[in-house]
């Protein structure tokens, strides 16, 4: 449980969060609440529990980390599990708490970073190259993912279509393979999946089901054989605790006990015939008669009216 608990507790702090796409000319794609056309940032829970990026600071540089603190208390900083949150680089945070106090630079490389509350810890980090395409965005291959995850995914998985590049352009093409096309998505996955690669897998691998329907049956009894154990000895163990608690009870020892066991059955028999024998001749041939006998009662009951106004009141 507390293993759980301290898992628990991990997945929801804010080092769960990933920078996962970004766009830095917008000229025909996504608008802030205002109505205006902004560069913006996605970050990405990528944990199962829900994270509060109020408090965390976004920023262009690395020597001043605390470029913009995202505010706390509002409701909308909380990032449910696997969703995302946008902010607008447009150098205008007085619109509120998601418009950042600065801008990406179109004709540079901007390196993007955000920073855990305390200001000095880092939690996420993209340098997007220079020569940025109009409503283009560059992203994270698939959402939260890093190089361990994707390096993973190639080594087990050998249909795996996405690409060996962790960060990728959505322009609009298809990679080979693929039946989707990759497209700008802005607060929403980065590949809307039509299909389960590993399902996909498996169906060339066993298209009979044969070693699906033998691994899930080897599943079960081996389950069931491990129980029979758990419970046997269980079992035991409970029975030798109950025989040394009455030994100590009784002031036995461990050789006597043993006497006692090592009775027959046939002398536990007798006993428990000439028990019965003994209390069915003390029955009466009668107990099933009820008797009724009636109890003169010298007193009348605390509620009887005989104890109040035995006499009149005086006047």
Request: proline share 4%; with cysteine; charged share 25%.
């Amino acid at each position: 449980m507390l293993f759980v608990l301290l898992m628990g507790v991990q997945a929801q702090r804010a080092t769960s969060l990933k920078i996962n796409e970004v766009l830095v000319i917008n000229q025909d794609n996504f608008m802030d609440d205002y109505g205006k056309k902004h560069p913006w940032i996605e970050i990405y829970n990528s944990s199962p529990g829900t994270v509060d990026i109020g408090g965390c600071f976004l920023t262009t540089d690395m020597n001043n980390p605390k470029m913009y603190p995202i505010p706390k208390g509002d409701v909308l900083t909380k990032i449910k599990p696997r969703q995302h949150v946008l902010f607008w680089a447009d150098n205008k945070p007085s619109r509120g708490t998601f418009h950042l106090s600065f801008t990406l630079d179109p004709e540079k490389s901007n390196f993007v970073a955000l920073f855990n509350s305390d200001g000095r810890a880092l939690i996420d980090s993209i340098t997007i190259p220079a020569g940025q395409r109009v409503d283009i965005s560059y992203g994270l291959i698939q959402d939260g993912w890093d190089q361990k995850r994707l390096n993973e995914e190639l080594q087990l998985n050998s249909l795996y279509k996405g690409g060996d590049k962790l960060w990728v352009y959505y322009d609009g093409t298809v990679p080979a393979g693929m039946n989707r096309a990759r497209e700008v998505t802005p607060s929403s996955n980065n590949v809307i999946l039509d299909s389960n690669e590993k399902v996909e897998n498996f169906k060339e691998n066993d298209s009979t089901g044969v070693t699906m329907t033998i691994t899930a049956m080897s599943v079960v009894f081996i389950a069931l054989i491990i129980l029979y154990f758990v419970f046997k000895y269980v079992g035991k163990t409970a029975v030798n605790l109950s025989r040394k608690r009455a030994m100590k009870a009784s002031g036995l020892s461990k050789e006597q006990a043993k006497e006692v066991a090592s009775e027959s059955g046939e002398i536990y028999a007798a006993i428990a015939m000439a028990i019965y024998e003994a209390t069915d001749a003390v029955h009466d041939d009668e107990n099933t008669v009820l008797t009724i006998k009636n109890v003169a009662r010298n007193y009348s009951p605390w509620s009887s009216k005989i104890y109040s106004l035995r006499e009149l009141p005086k006047k």
